[in-house]
Each structure stands twice: as C-alpha cells, then as structure tokens.
C-alpha cells in the first residue's frame, strides 16, 4: 500500500535502510526522508561511501582486522610501539576501536571473526583460532588476553580458547577482561551474575 | 585517533551514516560495520536508491506531496475516489503516510512543509498556505482538519491557519485532530496537559 502513498523512489530507499540492523520501518522513514530534505551532494556521499566499501577494505592476514586495501598488514600490528607478544583476543573487528578508546593498551590484536555458537552453525573450526596459535609460536607471545563478550557465546569462546592453548602445550599467561559493576550503575541495579562477578573478582585496597 | 585504527574507507562510512538525524557515533559504527559484512550486492543496491533518490522524486505542484517524477500531480489527489472537498492540512510529506495506515481517511492532502517556528526563522510565508487558500476556492473545499503536531509550533500553526482562512473570508467547516490519552498509556503515566485536552474533548455515552 505505501508503494502507492509515497514514490517509488523514496519506497526503495525507505526499503534499503530498513535492512540495516535494529532500523524499524519508521527509522528507516527517518533516515530517507532526511537524505531527501538534504542537498543531494551529501546523499550521493553515503552512496559512494557505500559502493566503494567492499573494494577498499580488506583482512589483515595476522590479525584479521579491517584494513585499508593498500595496506599488507594492520598498523596496529606493523607499529614497532606495539608489543608484540601481548594479544588481546577480541570477536570482531570493531571490538579493537572500543579497546582503543581505553589509550591503555600497547599489545596487538586478534580477531577470531566471531564466537562459538552452536545454535548459528559456528564452530571453533570456523574462528581464526590456528592463526592465533601460529602468533603465539611466531612471535614469541607471552600474554594473551581473551576479551570476547560477556555473553553466553563469548564465555564458551573464553573457555574453549583457554583449554585449546593449554592443550597444545604452550605455556603464556592467558588472562581475560574484568567482570564487575560498570561505572555510573547503582548497586540496586546491577544484576545478580554481575554481583557475583564483583564478588568473586574484588580487589584488596591494602 | 580512529583513522589510524580502522580503514579509511570504513571511518568514511561510518561519518556520512553519522550524519543521519539521530545516529551518533556507536549506531554509524554498526551500520557501516553491517554493511560490510553483508554482500557488496546489497550494500551497492543501498547507494544506488541513494543516489537517484533526488533526481527520481519530486513535489506535486497542488498538494506539495512527494511523488514520482513521472508523475504530474498526487495520485492521493486525482485518485477520483478521493473526496477533493476535505483537505487534510499536514506538516511534513510523511505525515501523510502516517494518516494513510489508518485506512479512515478518503480526502485529499495539503502539505504545509514545516510548522511556523520564529527560533528557526520558519514565518508563514514560508509555508504553502497561499497554495491551501487557491485549493480551497478552486475545489470548493467544505472542511479542512488541520493536522498539525501536537507542539507549540503545531498549535501555533494551526491557530495561524484558522485565522488566516476566516480573514480570508472563506465559509469552510475547520476542524482539528482529537487530543486526549492514546492507545494503551495508563492514565496515571499520561502527562497534565494531555489528560486536560482528554477532559474538554470528552465524549457522551448516552
């Protein structure tokens, strides 16, 4: 029915936006009218954004972050400041620009390109996991700290990547991020589980 | 800083998404990373609506709708089941959209473009009220319902509207949309002023 309320053109673009994640049919409204009310110059910006995306960005080989398409391998890894034998295993590329937010961490990173999840068809076989054991070996790692999500799939993706390194025999610190109360969240609100990781993971003051 | 961290192509992306009303920088982020993930395909098909989006739609002359560029006027306009004697006097384009789902509605539309707001610079002059006053003598319009939001630039609007067409001295019936408590809001959550319009607007059972 709206096909007939609204042109064709503008029905697409409503149509296009709302297959982007978590855009409902009347964000998807929003966004296409905004990109109509604006100069076209700015519209055909995103468009072009858009089509040269897939061309200009590639993997990195060691890491399998997001890098330029002139790039061999990610700055993040080539920087000589970066410490090459301390890891930080993350899910997925854009997991590195939260860390990198911190300014406190001078490793490099991994990207294991997801999380086991069984009930998605995704195994440990599908994760960068023997990459990360070839890194390891390469260049001498000494630390590595898994820093998947705290969800189920990230937990089980911890605990599997834990058992994996023992099991072949490698001997490094494996640690993982802090489970606690976010910052700015009262007590009363926090969850039982986070409570509990709170508890268990609280620190001596003197 | 994010440059260096993620490929140009994609902080590219990630800006022009930004620039959407009510993205910030997390959402452009999830976008421009979704985007990425899925097939090139489907994010060419997203730039291509982008990009014809302002050649492919234009405004209907009469009822300044959007429409196709193939068309010469509304079809919600020379759509001969439509009643041209009721005009539905809106703000936005879309708002259009938002009264066609209700399915109630068989007269045609007047699109103001915009609200009369002095902090925006936004006077009456701007707005198609010349084009409404030439409507309703050409089509001899016997009711409009002014259907304005419900914020003070709304309500400005619409009491502007009033006068003007009673100034004008035009015999039309002037109605405007029913205020009072929406679907499914509990009574104690509803705001002082809405309770008050829900109060004078009442109406009798028996």
Redesign the interface.
């Known amino acids: 029915?709206?096909t007939?309320?609204?042109?064709?053109?503008?029905t697409?673009?409503i149509d296009?936006?709302g297959?982007?994640?978590?855009?409902g049919p009347r964000?998807a409204?929003?966004?296409?009218?905004?990109?109509?009310r604006r100069e076209?110059g700015?519209?055909?910006?995103?468009?072009?954004?858009?089509?040269?995306?897939?061309?200009?960005?590639?993997t990195c080989p060691v890491t399998f972050a997001?890098?330029?398409?002139s790039?061999d391998l990610s700055?993040?890894y080539t920087d000589s400041r970066r410490n090459r034998q301390l890891i930080c295993v993350v899910e997925?590329?854009?997991d590195?620009?939260a860390l990198?937010r911190t300014g406190q961490f001078d490793g490099t990173y991994h990207v294991l390109g997801g999380a086991i999840s069984p009930i998605d068809g995704i195994g440990p076989e599908q994760l960068h996991i023997p990459e990360l054991i070839e890194r390891i070996k390469n260049d001498g790692v000494t630390e590595i700290i898994i820093a998947t999500n705290a969800s189920v799939e990230g937990e089980s993706t911890a605990l599997f990547l834990q058992r994996y390194i023992q099991e072949a025999g490698l001997t490094l610190t494996i640690s993982r991020l802090a489970r606690g109360i976010p910052v700015g969240v009262d007590l009363e609100y926090a969850d039982q589980i986070t409570l509990s990781h709170a508890l268990e993971g609280r620190r001596t003051l003197s």
Chains 1, 2 share one sequence.
């Open positions: 029915m709206s007939h309320i609204l042109p064709k053109a503008l697409t673009l296009e936006f297959s982007l994640p978590g855009v964000t409204e929003r966004y296409a009218y905004a990109a109509l076209a700015q519209s055909k910006r995103l468009a072009q954004a858009l089509n040269e995306l897939h061309q200009r960005v590639k997001l890098i330029d398409e790039d700055p993040l997925e590329p854009l590195i620009m990198e």
